[in-house]
T-cell receptor, first 111, second 113 residues
Framework: QKEVEQNSGPLSVPEGAIASLNCTYS??????FFWYRQYSGKSPELIMS??SNGDKEDGRFTAQLNKASQYVSLLIRDSQPSDSATYLC???????????WGAGTKLIIKP | DVKVTQSSRYLVKRTGEKVFLECVQD?????MFWYRQDPGLGLRLIYF???????EKGDIPEGYSVSREKKERFSLILESASTNQTSMYLC????????????FGPGTRLTVL
């Protein structure tokens, strides 16, 4: 059974600080990894994808992938109240059609 | 921009009714998905389709069926609605492979009384 695990939170971070979100997965052959953001009452939207070991930066967001340790993380620099949301990690299955979803981490940015 | 639309944002039905949820995408995507999302349980895949008239069961297909007669449209059917099917239903599509992102519709919040 392939699994994706996240700490459900809530994770509370002061405004302007770095928020660090983590995700571990059980499938050693996974090649791509996705971070989605979901605001309360809204649907998920993609914010980052990462395919190679190391860091990928996009504005205030950095995704970090460590395949040997089977974890992927998302860092949000200079956190803003608008970053308050649930962040979902998703990892593909072998079938190439399905994503396995983590349960999500609720992030709260305190002004 | 990719657009995925769902027929209703909110829906209230009675136990035993047949319920149709429709999803339309306008980007010629091959794959379409139906999820339900419940507090504490995350996103759970009900059914997906990788081509017209093709469908595959997801993790929780019981009590549901689907139809994909046209590439852009994917319908979810609750044959006889029950109270435990009260949930947020999300439709998504993706272009070709799962290496491509999934794009979500706005969701339908279904309440079964």
């Amino acid at each position: 059974q392939k699994e994706v695990e996240q700490n459900s939170g809530p994770l509370s971070v002061p405004e302007g600080a770095i928020a660090s979100l983590n995700c571990t997965y059980s499938d050693r052959v996974s090649q791509s990894f996705f971070w989605y953001r979901q605001y309360s009452g809204k649907s998920p939207e993609l914010i980052m994808s990462i395919y190679s070991n190391g860091d990928k930066e996009d504005g205030r967001f950095t995704a970090q992938l460590n395949k040997a340790s089977q974890y992927v993380s998302l860092l949000i620099r200079d956190s803003q109240p608008s970053d308050s949301a649930t962040y979902l990690c998703a990892v593909p299955m072998d079938s190439n059609y399905q994503l396995i979803w983590g349960a999500g981490t609720k992030l709260i940015i305190k002004p | 921009d990719v657009k995925v639309t769902q027929s209703s944002r909110y829906l209230v039905k009675r136990t035993g009714e047949k319920v149709f949820l429709e999803c339309v995408q306008d980007m010629d995507h091959e794959n379409m998905f139906w999820y339900r999302q419940d507090p504490g349980l995350g996103l759970r895949l009900i059914y997906f389709s990788y081509d017209v008239k093709m469908k595959e069961k997801g993790d929780i297909p019981e009590g549901y069926s689907v139809s994909r007669e046209k590439k852009e449209r994917f319908s979810l059917i609750l044959e006889s609605a029950s109270t435990n099917q009260t949930s947020m239903y999300l439709c998504a599509s993706s272009p070709r492979t799962v290496a491509d992102t999934q794009y979500f519709g706005p969701g339908t919040r279904l309440t079964v009384l």
